[in-house]
């Protein structure tokens, strides 16, 4: 079993940046790969970046390429989404993810969630 909790939600006004963390129990961080997904009111959830054991392989949905950036340090069981030039469509609850069933939309592990509101 793997705990996840994610951190660093909170509020920002158009165009600022946050980075979100997630720290995992267990001995087994570095061979999951994990990711990061949200859900907006009224939406499903979506994928929103993922990253593969060694961090050389990640994928990134369409709406956030180029902006968001995912990364790990294993060393500290922990995965992170740098995000940048954020816009109001991106408010969500974001939740980590870990442990790929179905790369990269189905993950095994889940955190609680954490709120980003992106003020206009």
């Known amino acids: 079993q793997v705990q996840l909790v994610e951190s660093g939600g909170g509020l920002v006004q158009v165009g600022g940046s946050l980075r979100l963390s997630c720290a995992a129990s267990?001995?087994?961080?570095?061979?999951?790969?994990m990711g990061w997904f949200r859900q907006a009111p009224g939406k499903e959830r979506e994928v929103v970046a993922a990253?593969?054991?060694?961090?050389?392989?990640?994928h990134y949905a369409d709406s956030v390429k180029g902006r968001f950036t995912i990364s790990r340090d294993d060393a500290k069981n922990t995965v992170y989404l740098q995000m940048n030039s954020l816009k109001p469509e991106d408010t969500a609850v974001y939740f980590c993810?870990?442990?790929?069933?179905?790369?990269?939309?189905?993950?095994?592990?889940w955190g609680q969630g954490t709120q980003v509101t992106v003020s206009s």
């Open positions: 993810a870990g442990r790929v069933l179905r790369w990269p939309t189905l993950f095994d592990y």
């Open positions: 267990g001995r087994t961080f570095s061979i999951y790969a």
């Open positions: 990253i593969k054991p060694g961090g050389d392989i990640t």
